[in-house]
């Protein structure tokens, strides 16, 4: 599968942006899909992740109740709207793709095995 990610910007403190992620060569149904973010001289962190029928939801502290991930069955698409962004959401966002779910682990743990570009989101106070 590829995965190509979209939807970055520079906004203000507050702002909120709804990035995509769409995937070509295979189903979106078949993955247990995941964004994350990599800041400047950061590691890569996990930030949400989605399982499509077991309606497996997983959310980093730092963004639960302002980030939402959703999935577009039609669209072959998982999205993630951003709200109230502050400075330190700024990163590059990737979106992923794992090929095993084993049960009762946190998405968050599970390995991605495909990955796809980036899209930066730049947050300014």
């Known amino acids: 599968v590829q995965l190509q990610a979209s939807g970055g910007g520079s906004v203000q403190a507050g702002d909120s942006l709804r990035l995509s992620c769409t995937a070509s060569g295979d189903r979106i149904t078949n993955y247990v899909m995941g964004w994350f973010r990599q800041a400047p001289g950061k590691e890569r962190e996990f930030v949400a992740g989605t399982m499509w029928g077991r309606s497996v939801i997983d959310y980093a502290d730092s963004v639960k109740g302002r980030f939402t991930i959703s999935r577009d069955g039609a669209k072959n698409a998982v999205h993630l709207q951003t709200n109230s962004l502050n400075p330190e959401d700024s990163a590059v966002y990737y979106c992923?793709?794992?090929?095993?779910?084993?049960?009762?682990?946190?998405?968050?743990?599970?390995?991605?095995?495909?990955w796809g570009r980036g899209t930066l989101v730049t947050v300014s106070s």
């Open positions: 992923a793709a794992a090929t095993r779910y084993r049960v009762g682990t946190k998405l968050r743990n599970l390995d991605y095995n495909y």
